[in-house]
């Protein structure tokens, strides 16, 4: 159950699903994000809860995915369905000491509740000390087993071999490209060769191709726009660093996947990507300064060693959470 959303316009990451296995239950879109459209929430929202109830009553086991508008509602009728087997992923941070919007603290609290929610099993990203037997730590994952590669170690610094540096997500305030771009700034005025590969689209894209033109840096800089998975994957592998400082996550799924091919992040302490990146042994947790980003490139510039000793823990810690393995644990979760 979901809103469904018509539009002529597919960019190149997305993809329809196929299989007679799924039957799409198409609910109106809501939000309040206006004085106007939280009216007419207010008269679309009872439809709405009727038919995820009554869509619940039909199933097996209920899954939702939280947190969102349909989350919320979601996490509010299967209350009603106590001796249903439910799970829900949490795909944001469930960190309690950061700041958030009330209607996530809603859901957090209700999925967390062995009182008011049984038979629930709640997939959160990372490890946190709210844990109750509902709370089950989880992961996500973007290759196979087959797609396991022996990691290579990579020479890096030298005119010879620049520093490539990789930033994928959407180009928007809350992910920061703009700071990869002040990074790439410090290394230059520092006679350090270096490139950076922007992949992802977003409302900045402009404001970036600008800062990239004032800065002069376009012989360095390339913004290659939302990529299909293959053509991301050949510049993790070629890339020294995921630059990823982002506001708020999840479990960042290209935090992940540059570790899988032995690219190094260098990346915030949000969520549980300090846990990710064992607290620093196998990334770099950084601020949004960025003299800091540059002051830590260049000490691995200058330590060899070093710096595939932390990519080379990464490769093998991110090569242990497959398609092969997150499709087993879903199936765990379903059948217990």
């Known amino acids: ?5 018509v539009s002529d316009k597919i960019s190149e990451i997305d993809i329809a699903y196929h299989s ?3 039957e799409f239950v198409s609910v109106p879109s809501f939000d309040f994000l206006n004085p106007v459209n939280a009216i007419k929430a207010l008269g679309t929202i009872p439809l709405i809860f009727w038919r995820i109830l009554r869509t619940m009553g039909k199933a097996y086991h209920i899954h939702l995915r ?3 508008n349909m989350g ?12 249903k087997k439910k799970s829900a992923k949490y795909a944001g941070n469930w960190d309690w000491s950061i700041r958030q919007p009330k209607s996530y603290r809603v859901q957090q609290f209700l999925l967390r509740s062995t009182f008011l929610t049984k038979n629930m099993k709640v997939l959160v990203y990372g490890e946190w000390p709210d844990k109750t037997k509902n709370i089950l730590p989880f992961f996500t994952a973007s290759y196979s087993d087959l797609d396991v590669l022996p990691f290579v170690p990579r020479k890096i610094g030298g005119v010879d071999t620049p520093v490539e540096l990789i930033f994928v997500g959407t180009l928007s305030k809350n992910k920061n490209p ?7 700034k410090l290394l230059k005025e520092n006679k350090i060769p270096c490139n950076l590969h922007l992949f992802g689209e977003g409302p900045l894209r402009k404001t970036l191709e600008e800062l990239v033109h004032v800065s002069a840096l376009e012989d360095c800089v390339t913004i290659h726009g939302n990529k299909p998975a293959e053509y991301v994957k050949q510049y993790y592998q070629r890339c020294h660093f995921l630059v990823f400082i982002s506001d708020s996550e999840g479990w960042p799924k290209v935090v992940a996947e540059a570790m899988f091919w032995g690219c190094l992040p260098i990346t915030t302490k949000v969520s549980c990507v300090p846990q990710m990146l064992d ?3 196998r990334g770099v947790l ?6 800091d980003i540059y002051e830590q490139i260049s000490l691995l510039i200058n330590s060899q060693d070093e710096y595939n000793r932390m990519a080379r823990t990464a490769h093998e810690w991110s090569t242990g959470y497959t398609l092969e393995k997150f499709e087993m644990e879903i199936g765990n979760v379903i059948n217990d």
Do not use: R
């Open 1 to 5: 159950m979901a809103p469904c959303i």
């Open 20 to 22: 007679e296995n799924i």
């Open 66 to 68: 939280c947190p969102g």
């Open 72 to 83: 919320l509602l979601g996490s509010i009728a299967q209350l009603f369905f106590p001796g």
């Open 178 to 184: 703009d700071i990869c771009i002040e990074v790439v």
């Open 279 to 281: 607290f620093g042994s």
């Open 286 to 291: 950084v601020s949004k300064d960025p003299i």
